[in-house]
Structure formats: structure tokens, C-alpha cells
């Protein structure tokens, strides 16, 4: 299976995922991981069967908020990786994550045939 995993967040927070990227790459899981500089560094390290991709824009910084699809390359890194699912903190979703989620719907009401094809572009 195909899983995207989004750990935008600090060091200390991969750190917590750790033992979970370790057991779905030792199910045979393809993993994907989106992430931030330093957390990025170190999951290279540790799992470099995991597909790394560092995220663009830092999804906690005001000004990211303000720009017009701040993580289209991010999005199309996703959709390359084609995911079976995409894991985000439920505790509580970041700016990135809850525009993945937002962009997800908008497309899937759009294959639906509720919404016109030009609607079915990326998120934003």
C-alpha cells in the first residue's frame, strides 16, 4: 500500500512518529513523508526506503496563509505518489494538511459530476 504520511511539525513530533514509520515500512508499506528541515535530515537518515519530501512553505507561518496555493508543488509531489491513504495528526490538522483535505473533496465532488471539470484542478 501506499501511504503519504504529513509530519510538518518539529523534530520532537517525528520523533513520536518514529516507531510507526518503522512498523509500516516493515509491513512493506511504500511510504511517503512530508516534512520540515530538520525532522526532513534525520528521516533520511533513518529511512531512506521513505520517500522524503520537504514541504515548501511552513504550514504555522502567518504569511503562508496568505499566498494563492502556497503548496501546489507539495500537492503534485502527493498525487505523483499516487497514496492508498494519507495520515495526518488527528489531534489536531495543520494549514497544510487541512488544504490537502479541502483540495481532496473538491476533487472528488468533481468526479462525481456535481462540479464542472475545471473545478477539478489542485486546491486553492
Do not use: C
Not at 504555522?60 to 503548496?71: A, G, I, S
Not at 494519507?86 to 476533487?107: C, H, N, P, S
Amino acid at each position: 500500500m501506499n501511504i503519504t504520511m504529513s509530519s510538518p511539525d518539529g523534530l520532537g513530533d517525528f520523533i513520536m512518529r518514529m516507531p510507526m514509520v518503522q512498523a509500516l515500512l516493515s509491513e512493506g508499506h511504500r511510504l511517503q513523508l512530508l516534512m520540515r528541515s530538520p525532522a526532513a535530515d534525520l528521516a533520511r537518515d533513518l529511512f531512506p526506503e521513505a520517500q522524503v519530501h520537504v514541504i515548501g512553505r511552513d504550514p504555522y507561518h502567518p504569511e503562508t496563509k496568505k499566498q494563492r496555493q502556497p503548496f501546489r508543488p507539495d500537492f503534485l509531489a502527493i498525487r505523483n505518489f499516487g497514496p492508498d491513504l494519507y495520515v495526518a495528526g488527528a489531534f489536531q490538522l495543520t494549514f497544510f494538511d487541512e488544504e490537502w483535505i479541502r483540495g481532496e473533496l473538491d476533487l472528488a465532488v468533481g468526479r462525481s459530476g456535481q462540479r464542472g471539470a475545471e473545478d477539478a484542478a489542485l486546491p486553492g
